[in-house]
């Protein structure tokens, strides 16, 4: 088994808890725009965050006891990793804008004001995090091909 899949996973969900972690204390916790749950009360609200402030944890702590796990294998691919970190950040971006945001209705970005700005920057933003991440994941493997660099490890 090649140390592909592993770099892409630890980066993947480094990102999402990345991601997440900005989300919850940039714009719940500092500015107050949103919380995870608003169609209840602050109170509700506050306890979805704490909810999606673990969810975040858990996924960016599983991720580095991954990568832990390949720097000690010297299996860690760090382009492929970025990668990974880029695919999985713009990917939870574009699902928490659509899914969480407009189809659920969970919340949105702000309220009481024009929200189309703000939603024409969630997704470029994401859609370029995801064609980087892709890049860098092509990248990866065309480098490793070329080199012919090994990618298999016997621990892995």
Known sequence: MTNYPKNLWSGFLFGIGLVAFIDEAVFHQLLHWHHFYDKS????GL?????FHAFSWFATVGSLFMLSDLRRQ???????WFGGLLLGAGGFQLYDGTIQHKLMGLHQIRYDVNIVPY???WYITSVLMIIIGIALLVRSKRKSSKTGVSTNHANN
Request: proline fraction near 5%; charged fraction near 15%.
């Open 74 to 80: 010297g299996g860690w691919l760090p382009m492929r």
């Open 47 to 51: 306890v979805s965050d704490g909810f």
């Open 41 to 44: 009360t602050t109170g509700v």
């Open 119 to 121: 939603d024409i920057v």
